[in-house]
């Protein structure tokens, strides 16, 4: 049993410190890549308020739908359903992929090509997961306040994306 206390109320850097901390633990010589996914996806639940989906978006080879070369899959998550395919330059996670950069979104509903899995969500962030300097995937937040992440959660997630990249 895990059993890791979260202060929610911690500013942002010490939150951040302390969560990057639980996923290190958690994915310290799992080689399971889905089971690394779904036990940061829950840890992220459990140490940042105020989300209502976090989860992950794998790179697949594209599977003939189309052109591109690439699409996002949909991983391990918490919340509602979502879509299950992305393509790249699409959408907040499509964007985040084909750019390599984290897309901090205050308002969704302003962003042209936000791709609505859940109506509540109103503010989003996405940080691409990079090895070998290709985008393997993405971790997408998505919160029900407009303006829930800022630069801090951006820096805080990355770190989050630099143990993914190495566990997945
Ligand atoms: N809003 C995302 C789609 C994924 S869901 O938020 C879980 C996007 O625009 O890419």
Redesign the pocket.
């Known amino acids: 049993m895990y059993d890791f206390v979260s202060a929610q109320d911690l500013p942002k850097p010490e939150l951040y410190r302390d969560l990057a901390g639980v996923v290190k633990a958690l994915v310290e010589g799992e080689p399971d890549a889905i089971a690394n996914m779904a036990n940061m996806a829950a840890a992220i639940w459990q140490f940042l308020p105020d989300l209502n989906?976090a989860?992950f978006?794998r790179v697949l080879p594209n599977s003939g739908r189309d052109s591109s070369d690439g699409e996002l899959v949909l991983g391990p998550?918490i919340?509602k359903p979502?879509?299950i395919r992305?393509p790249f330059g699409?959408?907040?996670?499509?964007t985040a992929a084909a750019l390599g950069k984290a897309q901090v979104v205050p308002d969704?509903l302003a962003?042209s090509?936000?791709?609505?899995?859940?109506a509540a969500?109103r503010s989003?962030l996405?940080v691409p997961i990079i090895r070998d300097g290709r985008v393997i995937a993405v971790i997408?937040l998505?919160s029900p306040t407009p303006g829930r992440f800022d630069d801090e959660d951006a820096t805080g997630v990355q770190r989050l994306a630099q143990i993914a990249a190495l566990a997945i």
């Open positions: 989906w989860g978006y998550f919340g979502a879509c992305i699409q959408g907040v996670c499509g969704v962003f090509g936000h791709i609505a899995c859940d969500s989003e996405v997408d998505d």
